[in-house]
């Protein structure tokens, strides 16, 4: 499992470093989902190899690499075992708001993040509408006190901090909570039938005591819950994910042709590899991972450029809202291209190609449960009222505050 190096050369050296991490990830992918095995010890080995602070400014410790380099890495990884992109997502989310911040507490963090810490997300709660209900209390003796329940929340279990958020008065606030700070309960009961391991499940805060250095962010409930660049950036790894899907596809298609010896209808000893039709299908997998891996690509270098003038404090909303929309629009051709190369996959193979011995299913079912987390569908009507009427993607979720404050008038 090895990085396109002809085309990447300046890439060269991160594949010297973590291509035989991706390669011992990948000869164990089939064996963890088997026997759902959680990923701790290759999510240790990329942490030791630096792969966390991999966008940490080298002046505090990191090195400095581009999204687009990033995002290249985070294909490879997603070919060697999708559900790793997935629980780094939020890690590398925190640290992309950190570059973007301003004040002292942005080289604290980053720096907390070159020495080895690793960030999880806990914002989803299971309730009726998308209200907040996790609180943050000022405690008697000072300080605060952080209670409420949360799930979705990928990579908890794996990481020292958890990115948290909760409700104090009318303003809602992103917290970094010690995974280990007493109180803090993590539940592994993520029951999705795909990305199994992500640790996607149950986080519960019970009398938490936190500090205001624990306060990373606070803005009124009702405005949007992010900005463009961020919701292109969360949305990409999803995306880089299924790229990595789809190479895993095509490896394996590859890897069952080449050793089969019989053709359905085929008397003899045959060799599938040779058959017209096989190559087909393999010509289309391959089509279909470059396509996902370009489109990829390309978003990565025009997030580039936004975080590079982000940083230097040029962009407008109007250059948040057009790599929103690209996203938005790479994401329909990307999770429909990968699904449909999920299930091509088994023309190579017939029967035998469905033994529970490959866990060639595993490639739909993390595709499947991928595409589900932002539903295309919403994404797709969003798109076409901003071509149609200009509108911005964030008036859902304003209209959707407002209906909630109506019904809750009444």
Do not use: C
């Given at each position: 499992?090895?990085?396109?190096?002809?085309?990447?050369?300046?890439?060269?050296?991160?594949?010297?470093?973590?291509?035989?991490?991706?390669?011992?990830?990948?000869?164990?992918?089939?064996?963890?989902?088997?026997?759902?095995?959680?990923?701790?010890?290759?999510?240790?080995?990329?942490?030791?190899?630096?792969?966390?602070?991999?966008?940490?400014?080298?002046?505090?410790?990191?090195?400095?690499?581009?999204?687009?380099?990033?995002?290249?890495?985070?294909?490879?990884?997603?070919?060697?075992?999708?559900?790793?992109?997935?629980?780094?997502?939020?890690?590398?989310?925190?640290?992309?708001?950190?570059?973007?911040?301003?004040?002292?507490?942005?080289?604290?963090?980053?720096?907390?993040?070159?020495?080895?810490?690793?960030?999880?997300?806990?914002?989803?709660?299971?309730?009726?509408?998308?209200?907040?209900?996790?609180?943050?209390?000022?405690?008697?003796?000072?300080?605060?006190?952080?209670?409420?329940?949360?799930?979705?929340?990928?990579?908890?279990?794996?990481?020292?901090?958890?990115?948290?958020?909760?409700?104090?008065?009318?303003?809602?606030?992103?917290?970094?909570?010690?995974?280990?700070?007493?109180?803090?309960?993590?539940?592994?009961?993520?029951?999705?039938?795909?990305?199994?391991?992500?640790?996607?499940?149950?986080?519960?805060?019970?009398?938490?005591?936190?500090?205001?250095?624990?306060?990373?962010?606070?803005?009124?409930?009702?405005?949007?819950?992010?900005?463009?660049?961020?919701?292109?950036?969360?949305?990409?790894?999803?995306?880089?994910?299924?790229?990595g899907i789809a190479r895993a596809?095509?490896?394996?298609?590859?890897?069952?042709?080449?050793?089969?010896?019989?053709?359905?209808?085929?008397?003899?000893?045959?060799?599938?590899?040779?058959?017209?039709?096989?190559?087909?299908?393999?010509?289309?997998?391959s089509s279909i991972a470059f396509?996902?891996?370009?489109?990829?690509?390309?978003?990565?270098?025009?997030?580039?450029?936004?975080?590079?003038?982000?940083?230097?404090?040029?962009?407008?909303?109007?250059?948040?809202?057009?790599?929103?929309?690209?996203?938005?629009?790479?994401?329909?051709?990307?999770?429909?291209?990968?699904?449909?190369?999920?299930?091509?996959?088994?023309?190579?193979?017939?029967?035998?190609?469905?033994?529970?011995?490959?866990?060639?299913?595993?490639?739909?079912?993390?595709?499947?449960?991928?595409?589900?987390?932002?539903?295309?569908i919403q994404r797709e009507r969003?798109?076409?009222?901003?071509?149609?009427?200009?509108?911005?993607?964030?008036?859902?979720?304003?209209?959707?505050?407002?209906?909630?404050?109506?019904?809750?008038?009444?």
């Amino acid at each position: 499992m090895t990085f396109n190096l002809s085309h990447h050369p300046e890439d060269a050296a991160l594949a010297e470093r973590f291509d035989p991490i991706f390669a011992w990830i990948g000869e164990t992918a089939v064996e963890r989902e088997a026997s759902r095995a959680l990923p701790f010890e290759a999510l240790e080995r990329l942490r030791q190899a630096g792969f966390h602070r991999l966008r940490v400014p080298q002046a505090f410790g990191g090195d400095g690499i581009s999204l687009r380099r990033l995002f290249r890495l985070l294909v490879a990884l997603g070919e060697a075992d999708p559900n790793l992109p997935q629980i780094v997502r939020a890690h590398f989310a925190f640290v992309e708001g950190r570059l973007n911040a301003r004040g002292p507490e942005r080289e604290v963090w980053l720096r907390r993040v070159a020495d080895g810490a690793v960030f999880g997300a806990a914002m989803a709660e299971r309730t009726a509408g998308t209200e907040t209900t996790t609180t943050l209390n000022r405690h008697p003796d000072g300080g605060w006190v952080l209670d409420g329940e949360k799930y979705y929340s990928t990579g908890t279990l794996y990481a020292s901090w958890i990115i948290a958020v909760a409700r104090e008065g009318e303003d809602r606030l992103a917290l970094a909570v010690p995974s280990d700070q007493p109180g803090v309960t993590l539940v592994d009961d993520w029951d999705g039938f795909g990305q199994r391991l992500t640790g996607s499940g149950t986080t519960r805060f019970d009398g938490v005591r936190l500090t205001d250095e624990h306060v990373i962010r606070r803005h009124p409930a009702s405005s949007p819950p992010g900005e463009g660049y961020l919701t292109a950036f969360y949305q990409l790894f999803h995306l880089a994910t299924l790229a990595g899907i789809a190479r895993a596809v095509l490896a394996d298609a590859t890897r069952f042709a080449r050793a089969k010896t019989r053709t359905f209808g085929v008397a003899g000893v045959t060799e599938p590899r040779h058959d017209p039709l096989v190559q087909r299908v393999v010509g289309r997998l391959s089509s279909i991972a470059f396509t996902a891996e370009t489109l990829v690509d390309r978003l990565a270098e025009d997030l580039d450029d936004l975080a590079a003038r982000k940083q230097s404090g040029e962009p407008t909303e109007a250059d948040d809202l057009a790599v929103e929309i690209a996203t938005f629009q790479a994401q329909q051709t990307i999770i429909d291209l990968v699904l449909d190369a999920t299930t091509l996959l088994f023309e190579v193979g017939g029967a035998s190609a469905t033994s529970q011995r490959l866990r060639l299913d595993r490639h739909w079912r993390n595709a499947r449960t991928l595409a589900s987390h932002n539903p295309a569908i919403q994404r797709e009507r969003a798109i076409g009222d901003y071509v149609l009427n200009g509108t911005n993607p964030s008036a859902m979720w304003n209209n959707g505050r407002q209906t909630s404050r109506s019904e809750t008038a009444r």
